[in-house]
């Protein structure tokens, strides 16, 4: 649980450092007053990185040189972390613990971190690039190696690529090898998660009540066989075919995901109100097979998500999230806040301009 938070000149937050010890958070402000900045935040200290870009310069507030990002963690164990991140146009320096870390990938220990987006609902709708991002989303969460396993093929495949395109058949013996090995392993990754998430879907959807609709998802791997050898076998049989186009036409970089409805395809066959809802539900369904994985429960980040739905799915929703450890929220100020929530500890900050007010009659 993050105890505090603050920064110095990021985005448009005004510099301080506020309390957020409770298991639920609440900012309230109208659109554009710098709630989901907060959330980013937040992700940052978690990630080192923000879920809403990859450039530095956009969190730096206008006319500054760089920014930092702070926080103190509480982990189960009772100790105190202290976070920093040090932002510069074309730099970041993160501290744990006081000490500067090489790579970012320790953070990855300390909490999971899942955020409820708007943007959410391409997963469902949008492009296998998309469904490989939400698959690799998950799998980094459980298996922080795994994101040396991607930035491997990808070096990989940018090689054999260029091969390719040189008709360099004899470097491309050697990228086949390479690239059957490692893309077996993110496959058999990929399959192993999709098999065990997509029967948490399924029971997240009867759990949630979906007036009979069964939805479900599969994992459809680009390049499928039993072990290396029958993909590198794959590969040499498609070469030729590569050679003519100049880039790799199979293996993870083109896995997708398929969601149905009744065994029909979901952007054909749902309501729009039904593809939200799914899309609520995959990040409920992640928070569920994530905590059932790692023994930890993510801290949740929900961006202005739960707007179209009807008061009561609201609830719905919220009840059926695993909680435990921290849910940060944000709400426009006519919003029901305390109908949807329920009771509980928790605090209510208002968002005015990048400037964060406590609410005096939050709990």
Do not use: W
Not at 238 to 257: A, I, S
Not at 322 to 349: A, M, N
């Amino acid at each position: 649980m993050f105890l505090t938070i603050g920064s110095e000149g990021f985005r448009n937050i005004v510099t301080g450092t506020i309390d957020v010890g409770a298991p639920v958070v609440v900012f309230v402000g109208e659109n554009g007053q710098g709630k989901t900045n907060i959330l980013e935040l937040v992700y940052l200290l978690c990630y080192g990185v923000s879920f809403r870009t990859r450039q530095n310069t956009v969190l730096i507030t206008r006319g500054r040189s760089s920014c930092r990002i702070h926080g103190e963690f509480r982990t189960e164990e009772g100790y105190i972390l202290p976070i920093l991140v040090e932002i510069g146009p074309t730099s970041k320096e993160i501290f744990l613990n006081e000490k500067k870390i090489a790579n970012r990938k320790e953070l990855f220990s300390i909490s999971p971190c899942i955020v409820f987006a708007h943007d959410d609902i391409q997963f469902v709708v949008g492009s296998p690039l998309l469904h490989r991002q939400f698959m690799n989303q998950i799998l980094t969460l459980v298996d922080p190696l795994f994101l040396d396993s991607l930035r491997t093929y990808n070096r990989i495949l940018t090689s054999r690529n260029e091969a390719l395109k040189e008709a360099r058949e004899d470097l491309l013996e050697v990228y086949d090898d390479q690239l059957a090995d490692i893309a077996h392993q993110i496959t058999v990754k990929r399959e192993r998660m999709m098999d065990a998430f997509s029967s948490i879907l399924r029971s997240t959807c009867e759990e949630f009540g979906f007036s009979g609709n069964v939805f479900d998802v599969s994992y459809r791997p680009s390049l499928r066989g039993d072990g290396k050898e029958e993909l590198m076998r794959i590969l040499r049989s498609e070469r030729t075919q590569d050679l003519m186009v100049g880039f790799t036409r199979r293996g993870p970089h083109r896995d997708r995901l398929v969601f149905t409805m009744n065994g029909h395809p979901v952007p054909d066959y749902a309501s729009t109100g039904e593809i939200r809802l799914l899309s609520l539900l995959l990040r409920v369904a992640q928070t569920t097979y994530v905590r059932e994985s790692t023994g930890k429960t993510p801290i949740l980040l929900f961006d202005d998500v739960l707007l179209e739905l009807d008061p009561l799915k609201r609830r719905r929703v919220v009840e059926m999230i695993p909680h435990g450890r921290q849910s940060f929220f944000t709400f426009l100020p006519e919003e029901p806040i305390l109908q949807v929530l329920g009771g509980g500890r928790s605090l209510v900050y208002h968002v005015v301009e990048g400037r964060i007010f406590p609410d005096e009659t939050s709990q």
